[in-house]
C-alpha cells in the first residue's frame, strides 16, 4: 500500500515538471510541438515505394494475361485453321489466321509454327499444333527488381508462350459422291430450274458447274472448282474415298455357263422362262443369280434376297419390281455385249437391307465394270422409288426425274457414281433423316477442325 503511494506521487511529480517545461517555452515553440498536421505523411513517404512497386507489378501482370489471352486465342483459331485445311498448305494457313489476330510470325518477338505431327498431346491421328511465343519488354515491374525471364536488345524481357492442339474429322455426309476416276467433271447441271437436291449434300472428287441454279442441295463440295453448285459453295476440298468397293467381296462366283439376252432382232431367240419374272418371291436373305438379262413379265416382288445379275440388264419392260430387304447387284465382265444397268419403263420400288454384308445397299455395280455401266435417264426410265444407296463408280449418270423413297423403307437415299448431270426436274427428297437407322453410312467427307487440347 505504501509502495503504490509512492509510485503515484512519482508519477505526478513527473506530469508537474513536463507541464512546467512546456508554459516555460517561448510560444513558437510550444505551437510547434502541439502541431501534428502532416504527421502521416512520413509514413507514407516510407511506405510510396512499397505501393507503387505493387501497383507496378498488378498492372504488369493483368497486361501479360490479356497478352497470353490473345495469344491462346490466337493459337486456337490457327490450329482450327489447319485441321480444316487438312491439306498441303495447312502451314500457310495456320500462320495467316494466327496473323489475323495479331500474331504474324516473324514480325517483332512473335514466333508461330504450325505442324502435323503423327501424335500429339490428347490426339491420335490427324494432329495438328501451333505454337505461339511473344517476349514482352518490362515497364513498372522493374520497380520492384523484377529482371525478367529473357532480354530484348539487352532489356530485361519476360517470354510467353501458347500451344494448341487440333484434329481434323469428316464434317459433312453426301448422299451425292461423284467419284469422277475417269478425270471427268463431276457434277454438272445446265439450267435446270426445278431441280431439287434439298437436304443433300454433293461431292465431286474434280469439278462441279451448275449453271442457272444451284440445285437447291445444302452443301456443295469440289476437289476442284466449284462453280455455282449447292446453297453453300466450297472448292479445293480433299478427296473423298470410294467406301463401298470393299462390299465387292460380297459378291459370289460366278456359276453361269451362259448368258442370255433380250432379243435385238425379231429373229433373235426369246429369253428363257428362267429369265423373264413375274409375281412374289423371297429367299429368306439368300443370293438368287440371273445369267444374262433379267425381263420383267408383270409386276414382280422379291423380299429377303441378294439379287445378283451376271452379265446381264434389269428390263422393267414397263413394270414394278418392288421389294423390302432387297439388293441389285449387277456383275460379270466388261464385254460389249453385255448391259450391267436398270432400264425400262417401270418402277423400281426397292428398300435395302437394314443389317447384314449388304447393310443398306439398294443397287451396286461391281466396281470392277468400267464398260456398259451409264445410266441416261435416271429415275425416268424406270422410275426410281429407292431407300438406300446405289453404287454405280463407274458410270456417267443423267438424273432426268425424281428420286423418291419406296413404299415400304426409309427416308434415305445416297447415290455414288463416276460423274453425274442433272436436268430440269431432277430431285432427289429429303435424304438422310433416317439413314443410320436404316443401316446406311453416307459418304462423309470435307474436314473440320476440333480442338483436343
Not at 451362259?258 to 432379243?263: A, D, I, K, R, V
Not at 439368300?286 to 420383267?296: E, K
Request: with cysteine; net charge neutral.
Amino acid at each position: 500500500m505504501e509502495t503504490r503511494k509512492l509510485l503515484l506521487a512519482a508519477q505526478t511529480t513527473q506530469r508537474d515538471r513536463t507541464s512546467a517545461m512546456h508554459i516555460a517555452m517561448p510560444k513558437i515553440f510550444r505551437d510547434f510541438v502541439d502541431n501534428q498536421v502532416g504527421g502521416t505523411i512520413i509514413v507514407i513517404a516510407l511506405l510510396m515505394p512499397v505501393l507503387v512497386g505493387g501497383m507496378a507489378l498488378a498492372v504488369e501482370l493483368s497486361y501479360w494475361h490479356w497478352r497470353h489471352r490473345a495469344m491462346q486465342n490466337a493459337a486456337d483459331a490457327a490450329a482450327i485453321a489447319a485441321a480444316t485445311n487438312d491439306g498441303s498448305n495447312y502451314i500457310a494457313e495456320g500462320k495467316a489466321v494466327a496473323a489475323l489476330y495479331g500474331f504474324q510470325d516473324g514480325s517483332g518477338n512473335i514466333a508461330v509454327s504450325v505442324s502435323n505431327p503423327s501424335t500429339a498431346a490428347g490426339c491420335t491421328s490427324n494432329c495438328y499444333t501451333v505454337q505461339v511465343s511473344d517476349k514482352v519488354p518490362l515497364f513498372l515491374s522493374q520497380v520492384v527488381g523484377y529482371k525478367g525471364s529473357t532480354t530484348v536488345n539487352g532489356k530485361g524481357a519476360t517470354s510467353l508462350f501458347a500451344a494448341a492442339v487440333a484434329t481434323s474429322g469428316a464434317d459433312t455426309s453426301y448422299c451425292i459422291l461423284a467419284l469422277a476416276s475417269s478425270g471427268a467433271q463431276g457434277i454438272t447441271s445446265n439450267g435446270a430450274p426445278k431441280a431439287n437436291l434439298q437436304g443433300c449434300n454433293a461431292m465431286s472428287n474434280t469439278g462441279a458447274t451448275c449453271n442457272g441454279h444451284n440445285l437447291n442441295a445444302a452443301i456443295g463440295d469440289a476437289h476442284g472448282t466449284n462453280n455455282g453448285c449447292g446453297v453453300t459453295q466450297n472448292s479445293n476440298r480433299p478427296v473423298v474415298a470410294d467406301p463401298y468397293s470393299n462390299l465387292a467381296t460380297n459378291i459370289p462366283s460366278n456359276p453361269c455357263s451362259s448368258y442370255p439376252l433380250e432379243p435385238a432382232k425379231k429373229k433373235d431367240p426369246p429369253l428363257p422362262s428362267a429369265n423373264q419374272w413375274s409375281g412374289s418371291h423371297s429367299y429368306g436373305g439368300g443370293n438368287q443369280v440371273v445369267c444374262g438379262d433379267m425381263q420383267l413379265a408383270g409386276n414382280t416382288t422379291i423380299n429377303n434376297a441378294v439379287l445378283i445379275i451376271e452379265n446381264g440388264q434389269l428390263d422393267t419392260n414397263g413394270h414394278t419390281l418392288s421389294g423390302t430387304n432387297l439388293t441389285i447387284v449387277f456383275t460379270g465382265t466388261n464385254g460389249s455385249s453385255y448391259q450391267h444397268i436398270p432400264t425400262g419403263g417401270g418402277t423400281l420400288d426397292i428398300s435395302a437391307p437394314t443389317s447384314g454384308p449388304w447393310s443398306g445397299m439398294a443397287i451396286f455395280q461391281d466396281p470392277n465394270l468400267t464398260t456398259n455401266v451409264n445410266i441416261s435417264a435416271a429415275g425416268n426410265s424406270p422410275t426410281w422409288n429407292l431407300s438406300g444407296m446405289v453404287y454405280l463408280p463407274h458410270s456417267s449418270v443423267t438424273l432426268s426425274g425424281a428420286v423418291n423413297k419406296s413404299a415400304s423403307g426409309a427416308t434415305c437415299f445416297g447415290m455414288v457414281v463416276d460423274n453425274i448431270t442433272i436436268n430440269g426436274t431432277g430431285s432427289i427428297f429429303a435424304n438422310d433423316t433416317q439413314c443410320k437407322s436404316a443401316g446406311l453410312n453416307l459418304p462423309q467427307g470435307g474436314s473440320r477442325g476440333t480442338l483436343v487440347n
